[in-house]
């Protein structure tokens, strides 16, 4: 009996955490304007979708013997993200649109390039916001990180369906056409979660734990197939093919483009939103002064430091787990931090650290409290020429007595002591 109420108990606890997950996903999304962004990213791509395939495809054409490899990469774009209504028709135009497009010149292959590059660019810049990424890689490197993805990983993406696909071909022989569909499409909803993990995971410049890439990954893939069979019946049942006739294929592409790629972010925002769910204090973020003790608690934590090291570097990971919080929350609070000089990022250090810029035995918690509680400049506690209204400096001698009592003028060392 107790062993049914405990488990019960663990599913409770499961439920509730994978509300609170999808709760936080769907405030990130909002934020993030997620709708917008993959609007934005549907035009964009449309725009660039050809400029890929011709760069992409021209690796195919220059090596023959990857021929294989090129049909293999085809049918996984028509039978895992295109709807199978129009996949093959949309396909046959893309690849018309790259032949010609081949047959550029220079300066148009480099129009091209530009293109496909400001594409992927936007796709960066939008993940790092989501991941609330605060300094993005040099343009250097994300020039090269760029090029190596638009070459590179569209031959090994080919590569890996060809071998997958050989090798399903030898383990499904013999077994009835059901069995094999099912295992197929489960084959297809394993390559795609692993390919958005990878995504999720490197895209980001900022430290992303595999299993929490590998729930949003999986999560995106998940929601893609079960998305795609919803937009075949709303094609098949609905009145595009009345409505546009001969010119159904476009809109539909349009269209499946932005649910692609909302479906994209989601997964994203997913994977942003689970380091909430893992830190004790994930519920703290909703309450009113988390910001301010979490703060003082960093700033402790530095203190401490000072008394072993004039300087104290600390990485962000330590930091979050020392105030028990997520990195998101924790970032922004270091924020707040350096906008009144107590602390300063490490110029390109990849564990994100964070140095004290104040000495905490002459420092004290006033411009802190201003900061994070109650700004000075407020007209009720300050009575200045571009104050108006009766109520002008009403709370300045509150105001002049709670900042000067003793823990506020206190240095960090002493205010902050156990």
């Not at 709708?35 to 934005?40: G, I, L, P, R, Y």
Request: with cysteine; net charge neutral.
């Amino acid at each position: 009996m107790f062993t049914f109420f405990e488990s019960a108990a663990h599913r409770r606890l499961i439920v509730s955490r994978v509300r609170r997950l999808m709760r936080f996903a769907r405030d990130r999304v909002a934020e993030i304007d997620i709708a917008e962004v993959a609007s934005s990213m549907a035009l964009a791509t449309l725009l660039a979708i050809v400029p890929v395939l011709a760069l992409s495809l021209a690796l195919f054409a220059a090596f023959p013997s990857f021929a294989d490899s090129r049909k293999a990469l085809e049918d996984f774009i028509v039978s895992g993200f295109l709807p199978a209504q129009y996949s093959e028709l949309l396909i046959n135009y893309l690849r018309d649109f790259a032949t010609h497009a081949a047959g550029l010149t220079t300066f148009g292959l480099a129009g091209l390039a530009v293109t496909a590059l400001l594409l992927i660019d936007k796709l960066f810049v939008t993940v790092n916001r989501i991941f609330k990424v605060r300094v993005m890689r040099p343009w250097v490197q994300r020039t090269l990180i760029y090029w190596a993805l638009m070459t590179v990983g569209p031959v090994a993406v080919a590569l890996s369906v060809t071998l997958t696909g050989r090798a399903a071909a030898a383990a499904l022989s013999g077994i009835d056409s059901e069995t094999g569909g099912f295992l197929f499409s489960l084959g297809q909803i394993l390559l795609q979660g692993f390919g958005f993990a990878v995504l999720y995971k490197y895209i980001p410049n900022c430290r992303v734990p595999a299993a929490h890439a590998l729930i949003g990954g999986f999560t995106a893939a998940l929601a893609g197939f079960v998305v795609k069979f919803g937009f075949e019946y709303y094609v098949t049942a609905g009145t595009l093919t009345n409505i546009y006739g001969a010119f159904v294929a476009l809109p539909v592409l349009i269209l499946w483009i932005y649910v692609a790629w909302f479906l994209f972010f989601a997964g994203a925002a997913v994977t942003a939103t689970i380091p909430k769910l893992t830190a004790g204090r994930y519920m703290d973020s909703y309450r009113t002064g988390n910001d301010f003790l979490t703060a003082l608690l960093i700033l402790k934590l530095f203190a401490k430091r000072w008394t072993m090291s004039e300087r104290p570097v600390i990485g962000l990971a330590e930091l979050c787990d020392a105030a028990d919080t997520y990195p998101e929350s924790c970032d922004r609070v270091l924020s707040r931090l350096a906008h009144i000089g107590f602390v300063a990022p490490m110029a390109e250090d990849k564990h994100q650290s964070w140095v004290l810029t104040v000495d905490p035995a002459r420092a004290v918690l006033q411009p802190v409290f201003e900061e994070f509680c109650a700004d000075p400049k407020v007209s009720l506690v300050n009575a200045g020429p571009a104050a108006g209204g009766e109520s002008a400096g009403a709370l300045k001698g509150f105001w002049s007595r709670m900042t000067e009592s003793t823990v506020l003028i206190m240095p960090l060392r002493d205010a902050l002591a156990d």
